[in-house]
DNA sequence: TTATGAGATATTGCATACAATTCTTGCCGG
DNA sequence: CCGGCAAGAATTGTATGCAATATCTCATAA
């Protein structure tokens, strides 16, 4: 029987996986403080995991953590949104470059039925929504077997919900669960070529909405933060 | 002018600096075990210390880190090297798609600059000949001005080099320097198809050559790797 | 009123001490 | 001679304390 061990659910684990996901759910919003000390308290434990946490989630680049200064919640900058979209428009068009006629029935039993449950949050519980449309995007990813490219996708969903936090318009829904079913279609039925050209169009369209710049001081305000930081300020 | 702060030369930092050189250089070969407190006594700082340059390695896949068990130069698989090469493939791609015809005659000229080098290198002293390799292909993606993918062409080349060391033929050059040639002059003249197909091969062949199994027991090996760690092993 | 600067406060950087777990060694029984 | 077991050693996981740095407060002077 393979069961391996129960894979230590290290504290420091906790923690980071309680500070993800608040950033994104946005209960931490961009540029919110993040005081090793504050955090322990709450939870329990003291800096050292606090800050392994941290560091974790710098790497990852959900937040910033710059030195003597504490860390923040990352605000990604309207370039580093652009980047994040095309290299994930690079990695997902792999992801199903690789998955086209290669999926097992159960798992499009898998993702149809995560479809499913997309389009039911869709109108029961927006808020979860956006969360379901960037793991359909996890999960594709999951099924090609390719452990490095799941963990950069991962990555770069999770801060793509950073973005859409910063320049999207507000409680937009950030996938159209319409695309994922086409995907899930050309990929079903072997068509490479198809699955691949929707998906990159499926990635352009979500960075159109992710990029909106809800607020068009916004990009002045980056403008500024972008020399500030080269200046160490 | 544009000074900012000396970086904050934190010693976790210098410590993780001095353990990835010590990788890629394979003077800690893979596997080889990385105690803290020894580690720690030899650069004459704290664990802590160590303890972060550790987890930092860890999450850049070049160290695995067991609980518990401490830490080791990270034997990637087989199928991890396949599943490496295959995201370079892509995401190198991508760099030169941007980079084509866009190239100023400084940055050419850095290019250039480099290839010679490594020219020189290639009869002068091998050694630095692999690293050198590596980094033109980090300076390539440093050009492409986009941070995410630099980061991780940068990660995927430096675990490109321990997939060498495993699978390799001893001191083979892992990149024709021709080839770098060859794919200069292609984005000097704008020519983004042949760029794109020039870096495809490129990364193909270094493949090739990395993934050659020099030791045939080293499959099996790895085979009983996989399932030994589903155990927990 | 505004700008400046010194002191106070808060937060991070680092090292050390202790607790928990794993690995080693040597003994004992079969 | 071999296998198992228990005590000890070694190593990692975590917490805490002190030092260094940044931030804030507020008084003082132009």
Redesign the pocket.
């Known amino acids: 029987m393979p069961k391996g061990k129960p894979p230590a659910p290290?504290?420091?684990d906790a923690v980071y996986r309680v500070l993800k996901r608040a950033i994104l759910d946005q209960a931490l919003t961009a540029g919110a403080?993040?005081?090793?000390?504050?955090i322990?308290e709450k939870l329990?434990?003291?800096?050292?995991?606090v800050?392994?946490a941290l560091a974790r989630l710098n790497g990852e680049g959900l937040i910033e953590?710059?030195?003597?200064?504490?860390?923040c919640v990352a605000q990604p900058t309207l370039e580093d949104g652009r980047n994040i979209f095309t290299v994930r428009r690079s990695l997902e068009t792999l992801v199903v470059e690789g998955l086209a006629g290669r999926l097992t029935p159960q798992q499009l039993h898998l993702l149809e039925a995560h479809v499913e449950a997309e389009d039911k949050a869709r109108t029961e519980q927006p808020a979860a929504s956006i969360q379901l449309a960037g793991e359909f995007h996890v999960l594709l990813a999951r099924l090609s077997g390719n452990d490095i490219l799941l963990r950069y996708v991962t990555e770069l969903v999770s801060r793509s919900s950073l973005i859409l936090s910063l320049y999207g318009r507000p409680h937009s829904p950030d996938c159209a669960v319409s695309e994922h079913r086409e995907l899930i279609a050309a990929l079903a039925r072997g068509d490479s070529e198809t699955a691949c050209g929707l998906m990159h169009h499926h990635i352009e369209a979500i960075a159109a909405r992710a990029l909106l710049t809800k607020n068009p001081d916004r990009e002045f305000h980056d403008l500024l933060a972008a020399y500030a930081k080269e200046e160490g300020l």
């Open positions: 290290s504290k420091s403080k993040l005081p090793e000390d504050a322990g329990g434990v003291s800096r050292t995991i800050r392994q953590l710059r030195p003597h200064k504490g860390a």
